[in-house]
């Protein structure tokens, strides 16, 4: 099980919360640590990282996390009567135009263009540093999708919306 060693350095790091990481250290699946790793809070958590941590967890989630990332799988969650769905994305560079039909969209060093299934579907893509996206989009989905990015990632180049009526 070569993603256990990297879970284990992960709870030692530091660097997981003791929620998450108590949740981590005791999924019993891949699934389990999925469902961890693609809810808002590990997505974010995915696209803050940076350095040779990133080149880790990008490589465990592109080999051993493959059948869950790039659109495969779609994680679902509910809170106070209120759902979300929510996919990523990591070392996808894909030249064709990928529909999704998540709320949530983690993208982790990939370059991709998506489509909203439905008007109003996205309304959040999370994005590392080293990603671009390309959106096409209603003019009504420009002024709803919620663009979240650390500091260093300028929007303007990494995000463009290209707007089809």
């Known amino acids: 099980m070569q993603y256990r060693k990297l879970i284990n350095d992960l709870a030692m790091s530091g660097l997981i919360c003791d929620r998450y990481k108590d949740n981590i250290v005791n999924a019993k699946s891949k699934i389990d640590i999925v469902k961890q790793l693609?809810?808002?809070?590990?997505?974010k958590w995915l696209c803050a990282q940076r350095g040779e941590i990133s080149k880790k967890i990008n490589n465990t989630l592109s080999s051993v996390f493959y059948p869950y990332i790039n659109n495969r799988y779609v994680y679902?969650?509910?809170?106070?009567?209120?759902?979300y769905t929510s996919t990523v994305f990591c070392n996808c560079n894909n030249n064709d135009t990928i529909d999704v039909d998540t709320n949530i969209v983690g993208v982790v060093d990939s370059i991709i263009t998506i489509k909203p299934i439905a008007s109003g579907v996205i309304n959040t893509i999370v994005l590392d540093n080293k990603s671009k996206v390309t959106v096409i989009c209603s003019q009504s989905d420009v002024d709803y999708?919620?663009?979240?990015?650390?500091?260093?990632?300028?929007v303007k180049d990494s995000v463009i919306f290209k707007v089809c009526n």
């Open 145 to 154: 999708i919620n663009i979240e990015c650390e500091e260093d990632v300028i």
């Open 38 to 43: 693609f809810d808002i809070n590990g997505i």
């Open 76 to 83: 679902a969650k509910i809170i106070n009567n209120r759902s």
